[in-house]
């Protein structure tokens, strides 16, 4: 990772996975760069436990599996509680689901 915490890249290389934290009384700072593009929220329904994540765009790919773009997921740490211990929001250029059920919504104009 090319990240540093509590400090932002000069650098933006969109190409490169990236992550980002902060403590629970910090500020999260991501480079705008990052979460400007974000178009789409994806809400993966799973069996156990649904998860969201924020991409730019998507596409279907060859054999039925989704492509996404520029996409950013809190990966924030809990206690046993719930608590949150850690803020943590990870950024990766491309995933792609296989057989996986999902639905997506626009995105809300601010990322927390």
């Keep these: 990772m090319d990240q540093v915490r509590g400090e932002v890249m000069d650098q933006v290389n969109l190409l490169k996975q990236h992550q980002w934290e902060a403590g629970p009384d910090e500020e999260l700072k991501i480079p705008e760069t990052f979460i400007t593009r974000l178009r789409h929220e994806i809400v993966v329904l ?8 924020r991409c730019a765009k998507y596409k279907v790919a060859k054999g039925g599996a989704w492509r996404f773009s520029h996409v950013i997921i809190d990966t924030s740490k809990l206690d046993a509680k719930g608590d949150l211990e850690l803020k943590r929001v990870t950024y ?3 995933i792609v689901l296989v057989n996986a059920t999902f639905m997506v919504v626009p995105a809300p104009e601010e990322v927390d």
């Design 92 to 94: 990766h250029p491309e």
């Design 46 to 53: 799973g069996q156990k436990k649904e998860f969201t994540f």
